[in-house]
């Protein structure tokens, strides 16, 4: 199973929006909900930002969401902060081992 | 609120057995509707999911397959945590260990993570 294409980097202004895509087959990204969104800034863990496509776990704030059409999915962030600067990935359950999938990874920089 | 708290060697050398304990707090590793999770980072492999443990009336685990037959992952319900061992490691599986609440198919809640680096 490989790796969910990410891009490598997306950067924004404060206060834009931006949107990451995710591109798996149609054994993850494209044949399940199950696709979650994790920021990540440097030296800590992941944190879930997004989960079953476009819900928000409590506490997120409603700038992110999520999409996903046939095999890729999407994280827009809206309304860019300086927080938001961070690595962002995706991941999705699969049909096979591992179970569990991420992307590649994008660095979002807030310009 | 849930937490993970890690512990475990932070150097093994090649050969050995890379060994990490995850303590919960805010649940119980027995919950019938969560699992437990190991995942890695390095810079090589990216984030790469290992394995889990969970509880449905008796105990299950899974395995990814690049791990397969190093990996064992065990519930300690005395303590209330559980277990990551990895075999014969090598330099290649230097990285940052996390452990995690898998629930709703998604990853909630991450131990802080481990840098576990396997060098003589």
């Known amino acids: 199973q490989s790796a969910l294409t990410q891009p490598a980097s997306v950067s924004g202004s404060p206060g834009q929006s931006i949107t990451i895509s995710c591109t798996g087959t149609?054994?993850?990204?494209?044949?399940?909900?199950?696709v979650s969104w994790y920021r990540q800034h440097p030296g800590k863990a992941p944190k879930l930002m997004i989960y079953?496509?476009?819900n928000r776990p409590s506490g997120v704030s409603n700038r992110f969401s999520g999409s996903k059409s046939g095999n890729t999915a999407s994280l827009t962030i809206s309304g860019l902060q300086a927080e938001d600067e961070a690595d962002y990935y995706c991941?999705?359950?699969?049909?096979?081992?591992?179970?569990?999938?991420f992307g590649t990874g994008t660095k979002v920089t807030v310009l | 609120q849930v937490q993970l708290q890690q512990s475990g060697p932070g150097l093994v050398k090649p050969s050995q057995t890379l060994s990490l304990t995850c303590a919960i707090s805010?649940?119980?590793?027995?919950?019938?509707?969560?699992?437990w999770n190991w995942i890695r980072q390095s810079p090589s492999r990216g984030l790469e999911w290992l394995g889990r443990?969970?509880?449905?009336?008796?105990?299950?685990?899974d395995y990814a397959v690049s791990v397969q037959g190093r990996i064992t992952i065990n519930p300690d319900t005395s303590k209330n945590q559980f277990s990551l061992q990895l075999n014969s490691v090598t330099p290649d599986d230097t990285a940052v260990y996390y452990c995690?609440?898998?629930?709703?198919?998604?990853?909630?809640?991450w131990g802080q993570g481990t840098l576990v680096t396997v060098s003589s």
């Open positions: 079953d496509v476009s």
């Open positions: 991941s999705s359950y699969t049909s096979s081992s591992p179970l569990y999938v």
């Open positions: 443990t969970y509880y449905r009336s008796k105990w299950y685990n």
């Open positions: 995690a609440r898998e629930e709703n198919s998604c990853h909630e809640y």
């Open positions: 805010g649940d119980s590793v027995s919950t019938n509707s969560v699992a």
């Open positions: 149609s054994s993850d990204v494209g044949g399940y909900n199950y």
